[in-house]
Structures are given as C-alpha cells and as structure tokens.
C-alpha cells in the first residue's frame, strides 16, 4: 500500500495544494497542467506533416520565377504557402515546368485553392474584401528525375483585385502512406 502523503509528493502537478482554486499557484498550476495535455495530444500531429524541403520559390506577384535545385530522385509533393487580400472570385494557379539539361522534363498546372489538409488556415471575409491565408499541399503531382533541375513558374491571376503577400511554391519529400 502506498502512503497517502507519498502519493500526493509524486503527483504535485495534479494536485492543487492551495485550499483557495483561485489563488495564483492553482492558477498556474492548472495552467502548467493544461499545457502539458495539450503537447501530449496535439504533438504527434506536428511530427506527423513535418516533410523534407527541398525547395521553396518565393512569390510576392504576379510573374515569372525560376530557381535551381538539387533532387536526390524521391517523391515530390507541391505546396503552396499562401497570404492573400482580394476581392470577388479570384482564380490563382501556378504553371511549372521543370528542366534538366535544357530539356522539358515534366510540368503541371496547380490551383492553389484546390488544396487538402490545410495548416494555419485563416480566413477573414469583411465588405467584400477576403484575407486568406495558409499552408497546404495541393492536388497537382509531378515525377521528378535525380540530378540539377531548374523550375520554372508561372505564377497567374484572373478574376477580382488581388494584392499578394506571400504565394509561395514549395516541393517537399513525399511519403507515401
């Protein structure tokens, strides 16, 4: 049998010791506490979408955008990491080609709202004026030779006024499950 007194030394997180829960020490103690459950739960689901970067375009407008690259042969998933203003319907997508050795070696169009699995989504709709902005993968796919390839990105826009902050093209690792 375990001594009552030993039981409550060893779980001094659980066990507010002030006789007042509103005291600052049960605060802080509930607080720790609840910091401590969210880490064991949400944790896993970080290390899980971590993937290996192997290149980011960075894109602040509308263009051209070209970036060299070394790829090791592995899957390839195309993510866009997006902070945006616009109004009405607007329509962006990416065109990339990618090149090696001046030669075509593969290319895909993108559209970066058709996208799953959205990380830090936010999204603020106020008069017509949308503020979007987020983290995902999206629903293009491309093979990818080893060796040096260039990407070549057409970053475009149609529809209402759009103001871009941020339209990043990244590749990252694939695993498939």
Same mark, same amino acid.
């Given at each position: $049998?375990?001594?009552?007194?030993?039981?409550?030394?060893?779980c001094k997180? +659980?066990?507010y010791?002030?006789?007042?829960?509103?005291s600052?020490? @049960?605060?802080?103690?509930?607080?720790k506490t609840?910091? !401590? !459950?969210?880490?064991?739960?949400f944790?896993?689901a970080?290390?899980? &979408? +971590?993937? =290996?970067e192997?290149?980011?375009?960075? !894109? =602040?407008?509308?263009?051209?955008?070209e970036k @060299?690259?070394v790829h090791d042969?592995?899957?390839? #998933?195309?993510?866009? /990491?997006?902070?945006i %203003?616009y109004?009405?319907?607007?329509?962006?997508?990416? %065109?990339?080609?990618?090149?090696?050795d001046?030669?075509?070696?593969?290319?895909?169009?993108?559209n970066?709202?058709?996208?799953?699995?959205?990380?830090?989504?936010?999204?603020?709709v106020?008069?017509?004026?949308?503020? %979007?902005?987020f983290?995902?993968? $999206?629903? +293009?796919?491309? /093979?990818?030779? @080893? &060796?040096e390839i260039?990407?070549?990105v057409?970053?475009?826009? #149609? &529809?209402?006024?759009?103001? !871009?902050?941020? @339209?990043d093209?990244?590749?990252?690792?694939?695993?498939?499950?």
């Amino acid at each position: $049998m375990i001594p009552s007194n030993l039981w409550y030394n060893a779980c001094k997180p +659980c066990v507010y010791r002030s006789s007042n829960p509103k005291s600052k020490r @049960a605060k802080a103690m509930k607080y720790k506490t609840s910091k !401590i !459950i969210l880490m064991i739960f949400f944790m896993p689901a970080f290390l899980i &979408g +971590c993937r =290996q970067e192997i290149v980011r375009v960075r !894109i =602040q407008s509308v263009g051209e955008f070209e970036k @060299a690259f070394v790829h090791d042969g592995s899957l390839v #998933s195309l993510w866009t /990491d997006l902070d945006i %203003e616009y109004t009405d319907s607007t329509t962006l997508w990416y %065109e990339i080609e990618f090149i090696k050795d001046g030669n075509k070696v593969a290319e895909t169009t993108c559209n970066l709202f058709d996208t799953s699995d959205r990380l830090m989504e936010r999204k603020v709709v106020v008069r017509g004026l949308t503020k %979007e902005s987020f983290l995902a993968p $999206m629903n +293009c796919e491309s /093979d990818l030779p @080893a &060796g040096e390839i260039a990407i070549h990105v057409n970053f475009l826009a #149609s &529809g209402g006024d759009v103001r !871009i902050f941020r @339209a990043d093209l990244i590749l990252n690792e694939r695993v498939e499950p």
